[in-house]
């Protein structure tokens, strides 16, 4: 289905003349805009199942394009470049330059699942935003999302300890992102917090700090949990090829390295 839509035509693709008469009629300036024929050869031609092997991109194979995601969606009411339609329809092509250019906005779905109840075809659009932004850090399109931060942290405390201890996992949070934890908003949070909760609950909540509650036998569960997290990390490098990636990259460097003149092996 080819894209109608002006305004995800990039503007190097579009052609006016301000000055053109043809057969006597003045089509100048934006009546005789014209698109660019362009010829794409990159095709990624497993792109849509990769978005389909990470978590939440599952059913993104039954879009059929409606648009209700996009006519919905939070962000796009704030921005008109986060389009999800647009990316599941880059996705299921396997335009991956394509998509690339928007790889700094992608991971800006706030998950406020507007798209997911609106979707006739049950695709989960929320879970394609998430597998899309997961699939451009792993691939090294875009650094670690400061969402992708949150959930190790998040994680590795509930692997070590069977228990979360949230200001804990806060200050460990703003430390590795680098932020200030001063910020107005959590301090007036934590204001609230000691003049609203109960005193017994707040001592509980400082001492923990301090002695580390742990959950009573977690171990066989923390080795089950490492288990698992483990085979999906395989699964996922394996469906993405990343391993081969690494490979191609250290053939490829190792060329490189050669002296010049030097006869390299194909
Ligand atoms: S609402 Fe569903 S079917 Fe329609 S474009 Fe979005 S993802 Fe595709
Ligand atoms: S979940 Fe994300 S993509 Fe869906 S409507 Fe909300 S912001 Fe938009």
Known sequence: MPIHEKSLIRPENLITNDDLVIDGVDV????????KTRVISDYNEG??????SLPGGEYIHRCFQCGSCTNTCSVNAMNPDFNPRHWIYLIRLGMEEELLRDKDIIWQCISCNKCTSICPRDVIPEGVMK????????????????STIFDEVFTEQILETGKIEESRTIRQFFARTKQSLFQNWLIEMVKRMIWRLPVGMLMSLGLANFIRPRTKNWSGSRDAMNDYLKSQNEKHRKSLKLDDLDITNIIKQAQADLPSGEPSSK
């Open 47 to 52: 792109l849509q199942d990769e978005i389909a």
């Open 28 to 35: 100048s300036g934006h009546w005789s805009t014209f698109i």
């Open 131 to 146: 597998a899309t932004s997961h699939w451009l850090e792993l691939k090294g399109h875009t650094p670690k999302s400061n």
